[in-house]
């Protein structure tokens, strides 16, 4: 049995890795700060669902870093870094969160792992430090210096500040750039729930770019095992650092994802076109062989399959005929 910190635990992907961290007989801290970002209600009832005798909550706000030092007196033997504020679009409205959660909130957690070193450290980047880059798939070697978002710009900062720590103080870190996760318990603000919502309700949605974009979606099951394979894969370099990309390696474009979603919900979109929304990119691709390699899983959930499952979820969940 290892002792396992989560961040972010109820989180969409924070939710699901305890789930699996717990059926393995771990046991797990899971911490959250339940912010109003979006209903908290559904963040209380993730956790509902993660009730087990080696399951530990605190509501702590890691850009508070003495609550934060509370949490690591257990000694974790790994730590899974999941919390941060996401969304690529509200960090245009108030990037202020973004700086407390994702970059005083990181650092406080380094200094935790400083003083208390876990055996791994794997933290959530996001596939959004990829920017505009034009050549696709998008692997992890590639230049990453020009990021589109105030969001990309904060994970873009954690790998950097990850990868200090493990220069200076032998930290094995780990980073994962995620593409596009979906799936049963998603976040409301994604395009999922969003274009579900107003599909079952008779309202427009919205196709960015006129419909010319590309998302290599990922199914949350595939998101969490890829996330538990790489915490099981300590590095071993100068420094003990890595970052993979988890990704379904199979971009699908925006008219035949809301066709596949229409498919699951069993109705059909009313479509309105509108244009790029200011730090979005027209596609995102991953390139998986640097996880294949390394853990020997890489994703493959079919669209469809995943879609399935999800709109099963939504109209259990929100009550939809």
């Known amino acids: 049995m290892k002792k396992v910190l989560l961040t972010g635990v109820a989180g969409f992907i924070g939710m699901h890795c305890a789930q699996r961290l717990l059926a393995r007989g771990d046991k797990v801290l899971g911490i959250d700060s339940l912010n109003d970002y979006y209903p908290v209600k559904l963040k209380r009832d993730r956790l509902q669902r993660l009730k087990h005798k080696n399951f530990a909550f605190e509501q702590i706000d890691i850009a508070k870093d003495k609550a934060l ?8 033997d790994l730590v899974l870094h999941l919390a941060a504020q996401a969304g690529v679009r509200y ?23 400083r003083r208390q070193p876990p055996k791994h450290l794997v933290f959530a980047s996001s596939s959004s430090v990829y920017g505009a880059n ?5 692997s992890e070697t590639d230049n990453v210096d020009h990021p589109v978002s105030f969001y ?41 729930v969003l274009f579900a919502r107003a599909i079952m309700q008779g309202k427009p949605i919205q196709m960015f770019n006129h419909g010319n974009m590309q998302r290599d979606f990922t199914y949350i099951d595939d998101v969490a095992e890829g996330t538990l394979k790489v915490l099981g894969h300590v590095p071993s370099g100068t420094p003990p650092w890595a970052l ?37 990119v027209a596609a995102t691709y991953a390139d998986t062989e640097r996880l294949a390699r390394a853990t020997g899983f890489s994703p493959s959930t ?7 499952e999800f709109a099963a979820w939504f109209k259990r969940y929100y009550g939809h005929a």
Not at 69 to 76: E, V, W
Not at 134 to 138: E, G, T, V
Not at 155 to 177: D, Q
């Open 69 to 76: 030092q509370k949490a690591f007196r257990g000694k974790p």
């Open 91 to 113: 960090s245009l409205e108030n990037p202020a969160a973004y700086v407390q959660a994702n970059l005083v909130g990181f650092a406080n957690l380094l200094e935790c792992c």
């Open 134 to 138: 034009a050549k696709l798939p998008w």
């Open 152 to 192: 990309a710009a904060t994970k873009k900062s954690n790998e950097l500040m990850a990868h200090v720590y493990s220069h200076l103080y032998r930290l094995p870190a780990t980073g994962l750039r995620y593409f596009t996760v979906y799936g049963p318990w998603g976040r409301p603000d994604m395009s999922p």
């Open 244 to 280: 993979f990309n988890i990704g379904n390696h199979q971009p699908v474009a925006l008219p035949d994802y809301i066709a596949a979603l229409e498919a699951a919900l069993g109705r059909k979109a009313l479509i309105e076109s509108a244009p790029m929304q200011p730090g979005d």
């Open 302 to 308: 079919p669209l469809q399959t995943g879609l399935a």
